[in-house]
């Protein structure tokens, strides 16, 4: 496993003066309890009834809400009776519990059913975060829901409002998880396809008539799981609107009607204000919109989501914007809007290229990095099995989570040999599929200096099918990094850096790759612990699509016992 890296004293001294930092930060806060219960439940978000995962009976679940400097402490019991959770908690850096960031297989060891686990963190970072499954891919059955963290009394922010709103996108499907796993993971390969429905808040609204008779499913457009969600908004109020994507697979466009939007904040981080009219959003990215209700108050609105970067075979998800006193119910008179082209890469780009850090809230990014890794995206094969790939390498999930095995030093838990930096980027064809397709699987990881500058550059390229590149959303789990720049085709190691910015980068903890080209960000490997960084997609992450880094982790301390009980942490060591 090789030693520690070691400590100097100028890392100590920066992580002595965050901890105080974040001491006079909390010296006010509070403790936010939650106690939840996991189940299954029949519900009907579409019209259609099928099985989802559900806490309290919810899905979505409760809103988190909190204040910066918070604890939050979730009392979760798996009540599945015959399946693992774990639940992440989206854009929360968990600095001081790497072991409550809800990753199974790098944090964490499941909660098996039956169980209870305390998940307790401190919400350091004021912004728009969100929570969901990690364990196979329950997240694309309902379990997942808000985050919403405040600034501190006395605290204002860039820009005012007079009331704040949650709302979750999502796609839905009417197999189960199960299916889907099992058709990913067989041959010949069986693709989920898209979804049915796309969801607002949970709600959506299947074409019942549509349905094959064939499958003996039910639909019940009566139901009131499907009636639409509705924005209620008093007439010459400003509204915050917070929007997480949840997809499990499909990038968004998000409008209202004869509204405009101004963008100011995501994935916790101020933006410089701009105006749309169009919202882009990928999976596992956050965003607050200012709209201000300025229209005719006699009607209501739509608001509607779309697909965007996959041709569309799903229609519109839509809800009322609902000017008070109107009834919630009331359609709008008119039809509702339509999305942008989906294939317009171009405006999805220029989206990206537009959000930069607010001009009082600049964190600078260091000028220059240590260590550049470029990971090359690319559809492969393996024993005759479709999987997505790394460098030529797809990633699994060891038995035993890397914070256990590095701080137990169970060496041989997972695979020691590092995985490439980098891939032939002079020689490989980025616009075309492989010569050679085939990939090899390991659970190997990247072992980061502490306190060093990383880059990474994510290289998208062709996929199995001719003329065929996808948009991949890629999460970092423990940071937020610097956006410092996005390209067409092939990444230059010369000369594209120069291009960087430098001066105003937002910084996130989700940023999307667009077909045939590359994005680039920069973080400060500073948070001691294991870290997923993978593809947002649900089938892609599981069919292999992610990395792991580790820093620092002879600094974290004593894991708690409730971590452990699975591969060779089971009954003892």
């Known amino acids: 496993m090789g030693p520690p890296h070691a400590l100097s004293a100028t890392n100590l001294l920066s992580l002595f003066c965050f901890f105080i930092l974040l001491a006079t930060q909390t010296a006010d806060a509070k403790i936010k309890r939650y106690k939840w219960e996991v189940n299954y439940q029949f519900k009907s978000p579409d019209c259609y009834k099928k099985l989802a995962i559900a806490i309290n009976g919810r899905t979505p679940g409760p809103t988190i809400l909190a204040q910066q400097g918070d604890t939050v402490i979730v009392e979760l019991k798996n009540s599945l009776v015959t399946e693992n959770i774990a639940i992440h ?6 600095i001081g519990s790497p072991w409550s960031d809800g990753t199974e297989g790098v944090s964490q060891c499941p ?8 998940y307790k963190f401190v919400v350091d970072r004021p912004g728009t975060y969100m929570y969901h ?8 059955a309902g379990l997942f829901g808000s985050l919403r963290v405040s600034v501190p009394d006395g605290v204002s922010e860039p820009f005012t409002y ?8 999502s796609d839905w499907w009417h197999k189960s998880t199960y299916e889907q796993s099992a058709g990913l993971s067989s041959i010949p390969f069986q693709w989920v396809n898209e979804p049915e429905s796309l969801l607002i808040q949970g709600r959506g609204r299947f074409n019942c008539s549509a ?3 064939s499958t003996n499913g039910v639909c019940n457009s009566t139901s009131p799981d499907c009636s639409p969600y509705f924005i209620t908004v008093v007439p010459g109020k400003t509204y915050r609107l917070r929007i997480a994507s949840l997809t499990s697979l499909s990038a968004l466009s998000f409008k209202i009607e004869g509204h405009n939007m101004t963008v100011v904040e995501s994935d916790g981080h101020y933006v410089e204000p701009f105006v749309t ?12 919109v200012l709209v201000k209700a300025d229209q005719d108050p006699s009607r209501n609105y739509w608001a509607a989501t779309n697909v965007v970067s996959r041709e569309p075979k799903t229609p519109p998800g839509l809800a009322i914007f609902n000017y008070y006193p109107n009834h919630p119910r009331k359609p709008p008179p008119t ?3 339509t999305g942008p082209m989906w294939n317009d890469t171009e405006a999805r780009l220029a989206q990206s290229l537009r959000i930069k850090s607010h001009q009082g809230y600049i964190h600078p990014p260091p000028l220059t990095s240590d260590r550049v890794i470029i990971l090359l995206n690319t559809q492969n094969m393996i024993n005759g099995y479709r999987r997505w790939s790394v460098n030529n390498i797809s990633f699994t999930l060891p038995h035993t989570p890397y914070l256990v095995a590095l701080k137990e030093n169970l060496t041989k838990a997972f695979d020691q040999t590092p995985p490439p930096d980098t891939y032939d980027y002079k020689s490989y064809d980025i616009y075309s599929v492989a010569n050679n397709t085939n990939a090899t699987s390991t659970n190997s990881i990247y072992r980061l200096k502490f306190n060093s500058t990383v880059d990474i550059i994510l290289q998208n390229a062709n996929s199995l099918e001719p003329n065929k590149s996808e948009t ?3 999460h970092l789990h423990g940071h937020d990094f610097w956006v410092l720049g996005y390209g067409k085709g092939k990444f230059d190691p010369e000369n594209d850096p120069k291009k960087y910015n430098l001066v105003d980068p937002i910084m996130k903890n989700t940023v999307a790759v667009q077909p045939y080209g590359w994005t680039a960000f920069r973080f400060k490997a500073d948070n001691p612990g294991t870290w997923a960084f993978h593809c947002h997609i649900e089938a892609h992450f599981y069919m292999g699509m992610g990395v792991v880094f580790e820093e620092g982790v002879e600094m974290v301390g004593e894991l708690p016992q409730s971590v452990m009980g699975c591969g060779l942490t089971r009954g003892g060591n």
């Open 111 to 118: 909660i098996l059913p039956g169980d209870t686990f305390v």
């Open 277 to 288: 009219d169009n919202l882009f959003i990928y999976s596992g990215e956050t965003y607050s």
């Open 335 to 337: 039809p509702p809007p």
């Open 133 to 140: 499954a990690h364990y196979g891919m329950q997240r694309e």
């Open 162 to 169: 007079d009331f704040d709103r949650s709302i979750i996108l």
């Open 89 to 94: 908690w989206h854009g929360i850096r968990q």
């Open 472 to 474: 991949h959303p890629w």
């Open 211 to 213: 349905l094959d008779p």
